[in-house]
Every structure is written in C-alpha cells, then in structure tokens.
T-cell receptor, first 114, second 113 residues
Framework: SQQGEEDPQALSIQEGENATMNCSYKTSINNLQWYRQNSGRGLVHLILIRSNEREKHSGRLRVTLDTSKKSSSLLITASRAADTASYFCATVARGDFGNEKLTFGTGTRLTIIP | DGGITQSPKYLFRKEGQNVTLSCEQNLNHDAMYWYRQDPGQGLRLIYYSQIVNDFQKGDIAEGYSVSREKKESFPLTVTSAQKNPTAFYLC????????????FGPGTRLTVL
C-alpha cells in the first residue's frame, strides 16, 4: 500500500533557488526517510528522521517532521543541476522493529533549470 | 568494491514464460527486499527476507516467488501468473535490525512482449 503522498508531484526551479517538497503519511511511524532516484536508476538514501526528532540537517538538505500532522518536508538549498531527480519519502511503521519495511510515497519529480 | 548488483539491466519476456531476476550483494547485509516500480509511481514491496532460508510476502506478492539460499543472493521469479509484469524491479538490502537505511541496486527493466 502507498502510505505516503508527496506534494507537489512535479517541481521546476532555477538553479540556485531552494526546493521544498512535502510528504504526508497515514499511520504512526518509527522513522521517515528520504531517497533520491535519478531517471532509470536505483534509489539513494538521503536522510532519516526518527519520530522523536523534529528537524535534521545534512549538507544542503533540511528535513522536518511533524508527527501531529503526519507530515514531513525536504528542503534542498542552493539547488544545482545535479539535483534533478525524483525524491521519495518512505516510512517505517511504529512497532515494525525487526522487519523495518519501507512504505514509499509517490514521489516528487524535481527539475533544476540551469 | 561493495554494493548490490542486479542482472540483467533489460529483460524481455514472452507472455506465459517465467523469468528470474538476479540480485547479489557483497555488503554482508542480513535483510534483502524486492520492489516493483511502475511509471510515475513509488515503490511497492513484493517480498523481503530477514535471514537465509526465510522470507515473507510484501504487499503485491501474487505472481512472484523468491528464494534465499545464500546470504548474498535473493533471486526473484516472475511467473506467468503475474498478470501485468512489465515494470522496473529494484532489489535492496539492509544491514540488520536497527539499521534502517536500505541500499538499492540499479534495477532491472522487464518488458513482456
């Protein structure tokens, strides 16, 4: 089942601008992860935020988590052409310790215009 | 050079044929996963395995089968019972319980002719 929904489905911005994409989910989670996928390739893990965390940074990435609203956002600052990709959020359900299956959202297609 | 490999990159199959997709990892990871991705969609879990000789169905297991005879290998068979097998298939692995990041292979694109 697709738990997460990303918003927007597609986003085009000028190089150097910031990109923000959002993810909503339905059930209680242990953690939420963001992945990047270049066209026709596998996924690459970007960042993980646990349910007791509210914000996390990694380089140009900033992730926030609001468990009361069951939502997360990914901010990419100072975008580059190489950031062009699809971005997916994925959740691990609370209580799923040991299995830690990921449930993916539908993704945001980000295009950086040089 | 550690990682996950999937082969072949492209695969064509006639209707009614079974086909097996390969997934190998040399990361010494315990858990392995198979996902299906359709155009413009997210990933859906087909099967997963936490240890050798054990595996569980995911959300869309019908028409698929797997085996886990070795820690390094987790092949996926797409059977003729799968009604709409044309898709992009991704294999992933994870170190162990408590380590949440999944590492993905490059994928196999299966087309049924």
């Amino acid at each position: 089942s697709q738990q997460g929904e990303e918003d927007p489905q597609a986003l085009s911005i000028q190089e150097g601008e910031n990109a923000t994409m959002n993810c909503s989910y339905k059930t209680s989670i242990n953690n939420l992860q963001w992945y990047r996928q270049n066209s026709g390739r596998g996924l690459v893990h970007l960042i993980l935020i646990r349910s007791n965390e509210r914000e996390k940074h990694s380089g140009r990435l900033r992730v926030t988590l609001d468990t009361s609203k069951k939502s997360s956002s990914l901010l990419i600052t100072a975008s580059r052409a190489a950031d062009t990709a699809s971005y997916f959020c994925a959740t691990v359900a609370r209580g799923d310790f040991g299995n830690e299956k990921l449930t993916f959202g539908t993704g945001t297609r980000l295009t950086i215009i040089p | 050079d550690g990682g996950i490999t999937q082969s072949p990159k492209y695969l064509f199959r006639k209707e009614g044929q079974n086909v097996t997709l390969s997934c190998e990892q040399n990361l010494n990871h315990d858990a392995m996963y198979w996902y299906r991705q359709d155009p413009g969609q997210g990933l859906r879990l087909i099967y997963y395995s936490q240890i050798v000789n054990d595996f569980q169905k995911g959300d869309i297991a019908e028409g698929y089968s797997v085996s886990r005879e070795k820690k390094e290998s987790f092949p996926l068979t797409v059977t003729s019972a799968q009604k709409n097998p044309t898709a992009f298939y991704l294999c992933a692995s994870r170190r162990a319980s408590g380590y949440n990041e999944q590492f993905f292979g490059p994928g196999t694109r299966l087309t049924v002719l």
